[in-house]
C-alpha cells in the first residue's frame, strides 16, 4: 500500500510540471484573443470578415485591443493558476495520506518484532519446563507463528557488529547462536585448530568464528586472514610488556595471556553482543561432535544456577582410564577444567571487574571465584592439545596430555535427555553409586584379585593419601584450592585395569580444605 500511495504521488507531480509546460507552450504560440469574426481564438465568420479583422489591425486601432487581450490572457491565466492550487491540494493530501501509511505500517513492523519477540520467551519458557518437568511431554501442541529468520552475518572488520546474537524461533525450538572464541599468539599451526572448526562446524551462521590474536606476529596474521569471511579476525591492540615484580618476570607471559582473555571477552559480550561463547586456544583440536556437545549444553548450562562452565576436557582422560564406550556419558565436576569450555554472559559481568592480572585459570579455580558451583565435562574428551610448547614449558605434557584420547564417535546429544546433569538429580543418583561401591585397599586392585565388574571405591583422608592413591593408579594427583582433578564431591571417578574406580573422601564429605593445594 506504501509502495502505490508514493507512486501516486510521484505521478501526480509530474502531470503538475507537464500541465504547466503544455500550458505555457499554448498560451505563448497561440493568437490574440478576440470576439466572433474579429480573429484571434474564435472561429472567423467568412474570408470577408477574417480580412477584416487583420485590417482593423493593420491601421493600428488595435491599441485598445492589446490592452483587452492582455486582462483576458491575465483572467484565463488566473483560471489555470485556481486549477493549479487544487492540483496541489490534491497531491498534498495524497502526501499526507501516504505519511499516515507509513506510520502505520512502521507500527506494523514494530508489532511484528515484538510478535516475534514473544514467540522467542514463549518457545523457551516451553523448553525451560520440558528440562523441568518430571512428567510426559503434553501431547497438546502450542500453535505460534512463524517468525521470518534473521541472518547474522560477521565481517573481517573489528568494527562490525552483528544487530543480533541469536536466530529467530520457529515453531519447534529457538537456534542460539553459540560463537567459538579461539585465542591465538604467535603459532602458525592454528590452521591445525581452525580447519577442525570450520570442518565440523555444522552452520557458519549459528557458529561464528572470531579468532582473536595477541603478539601480533605476522606469519600467524596471515594464516588466520587466508580462511577469509569464514571467520572475524580481531588483534589485540596492547603488545606492551607488563611491569611485574623482579621474580614474576619469568611469568610475562602469562600476565600477557589474562590480558588477552580479559579484551577478547570484552570484544566478544560487549562488542558483538553474544549472550554465550565457547572459548578454545590456538593449540587444540576439536572432536567431530564438538559442536553438537556444546548446542546440547547450553540450555542445561542456562538453566541451572549450580553451574558456571561446561567443558570439553577430561584431566583424567587417558586412554586407559576412560570407558571407549561410554562416548555419551557426561560428569559434573568441582574442578575448573578449561580447554575448550563455554561460559555465558552473566557470569563474565561477574568475573570481568575483579579478573586477575596473571594466572587466570588457577585464580577460576579459587572458591572465591567458583563459588561452590560446577561444570560438566565428558568422560572421553572432545578437545586434545598438541601445543607442547608454550608459556607453560611443557608443563604436564609429556606425563599426561599427549595421552588424552579424543572423541571420534558422533554422539547426537541434542537428541538426548541430558537433565539427570541438573544437580538435584545427579547429586541422589551419585552419592548411592559412590557409597554403595564395595570399599577395598589399594593393594587388592593392583593385586588382580578382585573377581567382580566393580565399580570400586578406594577411601583416602588426608592430601598425602589421595596424592599417593591418585599416583599409583595413573591419575593426576594434583589439587588447586583443595579440589582434585575432575573431583566432584571429593571423589574422582576413573577406570583402572576395566573396572571403575572411585577415589573418594569417607562418606559425610561437606566441603573441600583449602590448604590440600
Known amino acids: 500500500m506504501v509502495r502505490k500511495k508514493g507512486s501516486f504521488i510521484l505521478c501526480g507531480a509530474f502531470l503538475f510540471v507537464a500541465w504547466n509546460a503544455l500550458l505555457l507552450l499554448y498560451l505563448w504560440g497561440r493568437p490574440p484573443i478576440g470576439r466572433v469574426g474579429e480573429g484571434g481564438g474564435a472561429e472567423p465568420v467568412g474570408k470577408e470578415e477574417w480580412g477584416a479583422g487583420q485590417g482593423k489591425a493593420a491601421v493600428g486601432g488595435g491599441g485598445g485591443n492589446l490592452a483587452g487581450e492582455v486582462m483576458r490572457l491575465a483572467e484565463e491565466v488566473e483560471v489555470q493558476l485556481e486549477k493549479q492550487k487544487e492540483l496541489l491540494r490534491q497531491i498534498e493530501s495524497h502526501r499526507a495520506q501516504w505519511a499516515r501509511q507509513k506510520e502505520v505500517g512502521k507500527r506494523e513492523t514494530e508489532n511484528s518484532k515484538t510478535l516475534k519477540e514473544v514467540v522467542v520467551e514463549t518457545t523457551l519458557a516451553i523448553e525451560r519446563t520440558k528440562l523441568e518437568s518430571k512428567e510426559e511431554k503434553p501431547t497438546q501442541k502450542l500453535v505460534t507463528t512463524t517468525a521470518p529468520e534473521v541472518k547474522l552475518e560477521l565481517t573481517k572488520a573489528v568494527e562490525s557488529k552483528p544487530a543480533e546474537n541469536t536466530l529467530a524461533a520457529s515453531t519447534a525450538s529457538p537456534e542460539v547462536v553459540i560463537p567459538i572464541l579461539v585465542i591465538a599468539c604467535d603459532r602458525v599451526t592454528v590452521k591445525r585448530s581452525l580447519d577442525r572448526l570450520i570442518q565440523y562446524r555444522p552452520s557458519a551462521q549459528l557458529h561464528p568464528i572470531v579468532v582473536s590474536q595477541d603478539c601480533g606476529h605476522t606469519d600467524t596474521a596471515q594464516v588466520i586472514g587466508s580462511y577469509g569471511d569464514q571467520l572475524t579476525h580481531i588483534a589485540q591492540p596492547d603488545l606492551a610488556d607488563i611491569r611485574v615484580r623482579p621474580e614474576h618476570r619469568k611469568f610475562q607471559g602469562y600476565y600477557k595471556i589474562a590480558r588477552h582473555y580479559r579484551w577478547a571477552l570484552n570484544q566478544i559480550f560487549n562488542r558483538f553482543g553474544y549472550s554465550n561463547v565457547v572459548i578454545v586456544e590456538d593449540d587444540l583440536e576439536v572432536a567431530p561432535d564438538f559442536f553438537e556437545y556444546f548446542r546440547a549444553l547450553y540450555p542445561i548450562l542456562r538453566d541451572d544456577a549450580s553451574l558456571w562452565c561446561v567443558s570439553a576436557w577430561n584431566d583424567n582422560g587417558r586412554d586407559a582410564l576412560v570407558d571407549p564406550s561410554k562416548a555419551h556419558l557426561l560428569h559434573r565436576t568441582d574442578f575448573f577444567p578449561g580447554l575448550g569450555w563455554m561460559l555465558l554472559r552473566d557470569l563474565w559481568a561477574e568475573l570481568e571487574p575483579k579478573w586477575p592480572t596473571a594466572f587466570w585459570d588457577d585464580w577460576m579455580r579459587q572458591p572465591e571465584q567458583r563459588r561452590d558451583r560446577s561444570c560438566i565435562r565428558p568422560e572421553i574428551s572432545r578437545t586434545i592439545t598438541f601445543g607442547r610448547k608454550g608459556v607453560s614449558l611443557g608443563q604436564f605434557f609429556d606425563q599426561y596430555l599427549r595421552y588424552i584420547k579424543l572423541n571420534t564417535e558422533f ?74 582433578r575432575t573431583g566432584y564431591r571429593g571423589v574422582v571417578g576413573f577406570l583402572y585395569r576395566g573396572r571403575r574406580v572411585y577415589l573418594a573422601p569417607p562418606e559425610g564429605w561437606t566441603q573441600y580444605d583449602t590448604s590440600w593445594s
Not at 433 to 456: C, H, M
Open 411 to 484: 554422539v547426537p546429544f541434542t537428541k538426548q535427555d541430558l537433565t539427570y546433569l541438573l544437580k538435584d538429580k545427579y547429586d541422589e543418583k551419585f552419592i548411592i553409586e559412590v557409597y554403595s561401591a564395595p570399599l577395598v585397599r589399594i593393594e587388592e586392585l593392583q593385586g588382580g584379585k578382585l573377581r567382580e565388574p566393580g565399580p570400586y571405591r578406594v577411601q583416602y583422608s588426608s592430601r598425602d593419601s589421595f596424592k599417593v592413591f591418585a599416583r599409583n593408579l595413573g591419575a593426576m594427583d594434583d589439587l588447586k584450592s583443595g579440589v582434585p
